[in-house]
């Protein structure tokens, strides 16, 4: 039937239906957010942005670091014929070339550059994977609490998510997984320094997920991929190390970013690299390559293509956040907030003192600290704060912190 989507009528057969279902439900799901910012944006609006304590998002404010702006400058001189022509899907060979050399280093396994993509963003690689991989109704397990988007980005490709808990400590719980793992699991998503909690998993028990996919694949006669989502590597705190993910277990699908480490993120460019013995990494590949077209991002931006080639032993400078991170952990401590310190990311994700996280984020507002739920991680009873704020508005932000807690006690 056509719709006039422009028509004011009320005498319709049947009203306009602008928005699909399923759209809506993902709107009023997610409206908490939606009020959150727009409080946000009332109290900026009143009481200035100075004023207003804003640790809700995880955007980067440290700046690129220097060689960007000489590189970025370099590039847009070079007026070579074809620089912004399309390419193949997968990206330019010479630029996965250089990234897949300091995979190489970091993994401590040869990656190949024919197995890697450029993409549009972790975001990008992590549609075109759940792309490739999912047939409707198959399973991808997310270790809460997870960034929020995953589950839709599983939805987006027919697939469900299945939501399971890391420990107290929020590692992850691999008697959890072993449970709900089944012959509709296709994949588990990991990502380490995590958002939202700044943890890190070890390699011991990345190690041990590893083989029990491994495992549980044989059981279920299929492949069971391990996708690493990994945008925080290079942001590492104290002598923590990240470990590399393509050693001991093959079915392995590690994608990443340059949006965090090089503060980037409005750039949408980023990468995946398949582990080079994966199962039927041919036919996976050609897949993916398939779904960066069809999906409609045809290939990663051309000209940041060229830019971050030459960027891949150098970052921002994380030191800033280090030292916003011991701040912070001193004010969270001192208010009596209980959280595990932060071992990478830029995240830190304390428990509520009361149950309800919304409510309490409320309290936080009057303060004029914005905080984002835990139950949007799919973890209610925490807050989540992003230190991608200037040291001073941390510094500055205590009292309130305090003052939340206090009135929390009382109520
Ligand atoms: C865990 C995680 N994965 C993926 C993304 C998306 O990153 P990108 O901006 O590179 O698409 C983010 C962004 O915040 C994130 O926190």
Known sequence: MFINLFSTSQTQERPTMAVSEKMKNFSVKSSWIRKMFEEGARLKAEFGNDNVFDFSLGNPDVPPPELFQEILLETARDTSPGHHSYMPNGGLPWVREAIAARMSAEQGVAVNHGDMLMTCGAAGALNVTMKALLNP????????????????????????????????????DLEAVEAALSEMTRAVIINSPNNPTGQLYSAESIGALGQLLEEAGKK????????????????????????????????????????????????????????????????????????????????????????????????????????????????????????????????????????????????????????????????????????????????????????????????
Do not use: W
């Open 220 to 411: 279920f006669g299929s492949t069971i991929y391990l996708v690493s989502d990994e945008p925080y590597r290079k942001i590492i705190f104290d002598d923590y190390q990240v470990p590399p993910i393509f050693s001991h277990v093959r079915n392995r699908i590690v994608l990443s970013s340059f949006s965090k480490d090089l503060s980037l993120p409005g750039e949408r460019i980023g990468y995946l690299a398949l582990h080079p013995e994966a199962d039927d990494k041919a036919l996976l590949l050609d897949a993916m390559t398939l779904a960066t077209r069809i999906l409609g991002f045809v290939n990663a931006p051309a000209f940041m293509q060229r830019v971050v080639a030459e960027l891949q032993e150098v970052s921002s400078d994380h030191t800033i956040y280090a030292r916003r991170r011991d701040i912070f952990c001193k004010i969270l401590s001192d208010a009596g907030y209980d959280f595990i310190p932060p071992k990478g990311a830029f995240y830190v994700f304390p428990k509520t003192p009361i149950a309800d996280d919304v409510k309490f984020c409320s309290y936080l507002q009057d303060e004029k600290i914005l905080a984002v739920p835990g139950r949007g991680f799919g973890a209610p009873g925490h807050i989540r704060l992003a230190f991608c704020v200037d040291e001073d508005f941390i510094k500055r932000s205590a009292e309130g912190f305090k003052a939340a807690v206090k009135r929390a006690a009382i109520n």
């Open 137 to 172: 109704g198959e399973e991808v397990i997310l270790l809460a609490p997870y960034f929020v988007e995953y589950s839709f980005y599983v939805d987006n490709h027919g697939g469900v998510g299945k939501v399971v808990k890391t420990d107290d400590e929020f590692n992850i």
